[in-house]
T-cell receptor
Framework: SQQGEEDPQALSIQEGENATMNCSYKTSINNLQWYRQNSGRGLVHLILIRSNEREKHSGRLRVTLDTSKKSSSLLITASRAADTASYFCATATRGAAGNKLTFGGGTRVLVKP | DAGVIQSPRHEVTEMGQEVTLRCKPI?????LFWYRQTMMRGLELLIY????????DSGMPEDRFSAKMPNASFSTLKIQPSEPRDSAVYFC????????????FGSGTQLSVL
């Protein structure tokens, strides 16, 4: 079963607008990561936020984490056509050896030029 | 570094045949993960290894699936016998540390079982 559930499942915006997507999860986590997947490709790591952090920035990306609500959000500011992709959250939980990463269902983002 | 390398890129086979997917992780990465991606179920963790040892195989669907890592630079995921419902994209990913703060994914193997 998926640890993370993402919302919305799909998002269509105009170039220059902001894109926001949310991730909810069920159990305690060590960290939460966001990945991007372009069509037909593997996933690429974007940003990580640790369980004791509330907000993180990287370029046009802003991630928040609310452990009390077990939720995270990813904001992409000033979107570009090249941001068109699927975005996944992944929750890291302690495994028998190392952290185990479980992915959500993803949000498909279409940025129209 | 060439990144995580998976082969084949595409595999088409008939129901009942044995399928072997291959993965070469990034050199020096001690953790290796196998995921399966479908429209219906999203990305599912099948199994992960640490230092060539399987740590958690609770996501392996059934006995038809097996995974091995005979050495630090090679892993296989085998399906025998294959069924149409195994059709999916199979990803391998590797990581250099126990915190697994960043996974590096291969390009995946698109498997079609007819």
């Amino acid at each position: 079963s998926q640890q993370g559930e993402e919302d919305p499942q799909a998002l269509s915006i105009q170039e220059g607008e902001n894109a926001t997507m949310n991730c909810s999860y069920k159990t305690s986590i060590n960290n939460l990561q966001w990945y991007r997947q372009n069509s037909g490709r593997g996933l690429v790591h974007l940003i990580l936020i640790r369980s004791n952090e509330r907000e993180k920035h990287s370029g046009r990306l802003r991630v928040t984490l609310d452990t009390s609500k077990k939720s995270s959000s990813l904001l992409i500011t000033a979107s570009r056509a090249a941001d068109t992709a699927s975005y996944f959250c992944a929750t890291a939980t302690r495994g028998a050896a190392g952290n185990k990463l479980t992915f959500g269902g993803g949000t498909r983002v279409l940025v129209k030029p | 570094d060439a990144g995580v390398i998976q082969s084949p890129r595409h595999e088409v086979t008939e129901m009942g045949q044995e399928v072997t997917l291959r993965c070469k992780p990034i050199s020096g990465h001690d953790y290796l993960f196998w995921y399966r991606q479908t429209m219906m179920r999203g990305l599912e963790l099948l199994i992960y290894f640490n230092n060539n040892v399987p740590i958690d195989d609770s996501g392996m669907p059934e006995d038809r699936f097996s995974a091995k890592m005979p050495n630090a630079s090679f892993s296989t995921l085998k399906i025998q016998p294959s069924e149409p419902r195994d059709s999916a994209v199979y990803f391998c990913a590797s990581s250099p540390s126990p915190t697994n703060e960043k996974l590096f994914f291969g390009s995946g193997t698109q498997l079609s079982v007819l």
